[in-house]
């Protein structure tokens, strides 16, 4: 009996215990359930601009290669051994300036015995001339001193040729380079001495698709860089080949460009943008505003309640700023992100086109898009624009103020 007793009390314990477990993990989840539903979505802060037509600098970029106005290899043109070497790595040199001379001395030894013979010859035709006109002399004596003359005057200018040719002269004004050869040393016809460039002005050669060839001209305005967001120098077309590659469809064009602080240097990668006509009226934002998803690309704008029906006004706007510049964002006004699909066109300047799909006026989200969803409510702080150079949102810099970037208007309206 007893045993019997012990064994009910056990299973009954058992009961209680296993009840108990199952009531407080069904009471546990509920709670966690309400918690969440009844929990608030945490507030993003976001930087934001306000869209405005714009003018947009539409263009052809390309890349090019940096070639010197005028460059050439200078090379000796005779043999012989090295005597004098007038210049420096890195000078700048003027148009015919001596810069190599070679030994001339056999040269220099048969110039003053190609002197004398047209000393001869000339005193012997004047002889000649004058028996001639006494009657003397006949035509063909008078005839063969002034042929005699000739011919030492033709080994002159030759022995000076070959004097000339021991001077290597610079064809144009501009920078040397290093020097490739040694005194003393012996060199041939054709050594290199050094390279010479004009850098005062340089040349871009670069290729376009021959379905921009009609929107070329000469004289169009370039703009030129080493890097792609630093365009800094400035040119015009020069040349348009008139012949389009039959491999690659694409026709070459060369600009010409000023050399601001020698900036430019021939083999250079380059970025070339051709200007065309100005466009106005169109939509644009900063290319951090843009996110790109498999679902199709879109923007996130900024509305009065999370069902995306109130638009916000400039009124609205002002006191969401002020109140998130004043540590006060939840006495401020409820506003929430919004999904809003676009289509966009051309890039440039960090600007990104927007064909369809937003109109003047809409509040779009600049950064902070990888904490939002749809419906998300938003703190607004436009105290730094990622839109900008890194310097210009630094403390002190006169266009990282909150005045420059007031909902973006003002920078998005230029």
């Keep these: 009996m007893k045993r019997l007793f012990l064994s009910i009390f056990f299973l009954v314990l058992v009961c209680v215990i296993a009840g108990g477990l199952v009531w407080f993990n069904m009471f546990r989840d509920k709670m966690i359930g309400e918690f969440f539903a009844n929990r608030g979505r945490p507030t993003v802060t976001v930087s934001t601009t306000v869209v405005q037509p714009e003018e947009w600098q539409p263009g052809i970029e390309a890349i090019g290669t940096v070639l010197a106005r005028q460059g050439v290899e200078v090379a000796v043109r005779s043999s012989g051994i090295v005597k004098e070497i007038n210049f420096k790595a890195n000078d700048k040199v003027e148009a015919h300036q001596l810069l190599v001379q070679l030994d001339d001395e056999l040269e220099q030894a048969d110039l003053i015995a190609a002197q004398a013979n047209v000393t001869r010859d000339t005193q012997a035709l004047a002889r000649a001339s004058t028996l001639k006109d006494r009657g003397f ?31 290597t002269y610079a064809p144009f004004g501009g920078t040397i380079g290093i020097v490739r050869i040694d005194l003393g040393e012996y060199v041939s016809p054709g050594t290199v001495v050094a390279t010479l460039q004009d850098l005062e002005r340089m040349k871009v050669d670069f290729s376009v ?25 400035t040119g015009k077309i020069v040349g348009i080949d008139p012949k389009i590659d039959p491999s690659s469809r694409l026709v070459k064009v060369q600009a010409e460009v000023a050399n601001e602080n020698n900036q430019l240097r021939p083999g250079q990668f380059a970025f070339v943008r051709i200007e065309l006509p100005m466009e106005d009226n169109v939509i644009a934002l900063p290319q951090t505003s843009v996110v790109e998803s498999l679902y199709g690309t879109y923007v996130y704008a900024i509305r009065k309640d999370e069902d995306g029906s109130g638009a916000l006004d400039a009124d609205t706007l002002a006191k969401a700023e002020k109140a998130a510049a004043d540590g006060k964002a939840a006495e401020g006004p409820k506003i929430a992100a919004r999904q809003l699909f676009v289509s966009t066109g051309r890039r440039f300047g960090g600007k990104v086109e927007i064909v369809s799909g937003l109109k003047p006026g809409e509040v779009v989200v600049t950064a902070g ?40 208007a003002e920078s998005q309206g230029e």
């Design 209 to 233: 698709p021959e379905q921009d060839l009609e929107r070329l001209s000469i004289g169009q305005p370039v703009r030129i860089g080493l890097q792609e967001d630093a365009l800094s120098h």
């Design 369 to 408: 898009q990888n904490k939002l969803s749809v419906g998300s409510p938003v703190r607004i702080d436009n105290s730094i624009d990622p839109s900008k150079p890194l310097s210009a949102n630094m403390p002190g810099s006169s266009e990282g103020s909150d005045s420059t970037n007031r909902s973006g």
């Design 137 to 167: 002399n006949s035509t063909s004596t008078l005839d063969n001193a002034t042929a005699a003359l000739d011919a030492s005057r033709s080994q002159l200018e030759k022995v000076k040729a070959q004097i000339d040719q021991k001077k």
